[in-house]
């Protein structure tokens, strides 16, 4: 048996030989007609969906003061989130508006709206 030591292996691989290797073994797949037989896990469903779901957003501008100050004063009714179109987080800040989560989830928003860089309109990308 050989064994190889530290001197004789010295090539590195990097992330873009990965993609392209896996890139490759998928072609390789398609054109064999081979299937893996493992199942998807529920998770790797689900973050795979919300990988998907993610891509597919598009960011909204609006300004930075009119985001923070809603938040603010109007932010435990979510009222922020459909500003910006998210209507299944205002539903949930409007559902939870009673117990006060929505106005910590809101001061939460208003940390994270406060670090966005502005635009030349002094909009940020939610």
């Known amino acids: 048996m050989s064994t190889l030591s530290t001197e004789q ?3 590195t691989c990097t ?3 990965f993609v392209a ?3 490759e073994l998928q072609e390789l797949k398609e054109k064999h007609n081979i299937v893996d ?3 998807s896990s529920l998770w ?3 973050g795979d969906k919300y990988v998907a779901y993610k891509e597919s957003v598009k960011p909204v501008a609006i300004s930075k003061k009119k985001y ?3 938040a603010l004063f109007l932010g435990w009714l979510g009222v922020h989130q459909f500003m910006t179109g998210k209507k299944v987080a205002g539903a949930l ?3 939870t508006s009673w117990t006060g989560i929505s106005f910590a989830m809101s001061v939460l928003d208003i940390f994270h709206a406060a670090f966005l860089k502005v635009d030349e309109n002094n909009c940020i990308n939610i």
């Open 93 to 95: 800040y409007l559902l």
């Open 44 to 46: 790797k469903k689900l």
């Open 15 to 17: 992330f873009e030989d």
């Open 9 to 11: 292996v010295e090539t």
């Open 21 to 23: 290797a896996e890139a």
């Open 37 to 39: 037989k493992e199942k």
């Open 68 to 70: 923070c100050l809603t």
